[in-house]
């Protein structure tokens, strides 16, 4: 549905993949690639909704984090992860298990989502950063 529903996630992803592979591929090709990462921001933006389930009691049953166990609480640590599947269930996850954490974002366009999105990071207890900018609290 993003594919069709939102204009500007087909324009920004066809220039993208564009850039990334020029003549390298087929316009059939890109077509699909696009139509993909749009059914994947879909999938993601549905789960994303349940961020506050995985904070929740009984959440932490819904994944499972492996080495926590080598984190020294007392230091913290740095989680750097890819812009692949929902990263942002890495930083509820890390909630869930007790610790403190934020995230580095830029801020969306539309002042409309940016206020949705915000709300679901407040829920989880996560602190954050504008992406470059001042620290902010969600």
Request: glycine fraction near 10%; hydrophobic fraction near 45%.
């Amino acid at each position: 549905a993003i594919f069709w529903l939102a204009p500007r996630a087909r324009t920004v992803g066809r220039a993208n993949i564009e850039a990334a592979f020029g003549a390298e591929l087929t316009a059939p090709v890109k077509r699909r690639i696009l139509f993909e990462a749009c059914q994947n921001l879909g999938i993601a933006a549905a789960e994303f909704s349940h961020a506050p389930r995985l904070i929740a009691p009984g959440g932490e049953d819904l994944f499972r984090v492996k080495g926590v166990e080598h984190i020294d609480r007392s230091r913290g640590a740095l989680m750097v992860g890819a812009h692949l599947g929902n990263w942002e269930w890495m930083v509820a996850a890390a909630v869930a298990y007790g610790f403190q954490a934020a995230i580095v974002v830029r801020e969306f366009d539309d002042p409309r989502l940016e206020r949705a999105i915000t709300a679901v990071r407040e829920s989880t207890g996560r602190g954050g950063a504008d992406a470059p900018g001042e620290r902010r609290p969600y």
